[in-house]
């Protein structure tokens, strides 16, 4: 297949879901997302280190910031998964006024 010099193909995903990366405001805000989520598993990981490791009674606090960071894995999956989930609920508000 031959295409005009300089034009540009996009192939996009049929589940729209690689889609949601290519927006107006560019990637940085995802980027600001991450660090600002790795930012607050270090938080938990720098509140439950000394309890733990003072008294061995807390010993499960150890585990604290792999669930946080399972948890935040959980709801962003389901949010690339479900990306008209947080749309419906602004639809809705607009809806009632």
């Known amino acids: 297949m031959r295409h005009a010099k300089g034009a540009r193909i996009f192939i996009?995903?049929?589940q729209r879901c690689c889609g949601l990366i290519r927006n107006r405001f560019g990637s940085g805000r995802f980027i600001a997302?991450?660090?600002f989520l790795l930012?607050?598993?270090k938080l938990v990981e720098s509140v439950v280190t000394?309890?733990?490791r003072t008294n061995l009674d807390f010993w499960y606090l150890v585990y604290a910031p792999s669930v946080v960071g399972l948890i935040m894995f959980w709801v962003l999956?389901?949010?690339s998964i479900n990306p008209n989930v947080l749309r419906k609920q602004s639809k809705l508000a607009g809806q009632n006024t």
């Open 77 to 79: 999956m389901y949010l």
């Open 50 to 52: 000394e309890p733990a």
């Open 12 to 14: 996009t995903c049929p």
């Open 39 to 41: 930012v607050i598993v």
């Open 33 to 35: 997302l991450a660090i």
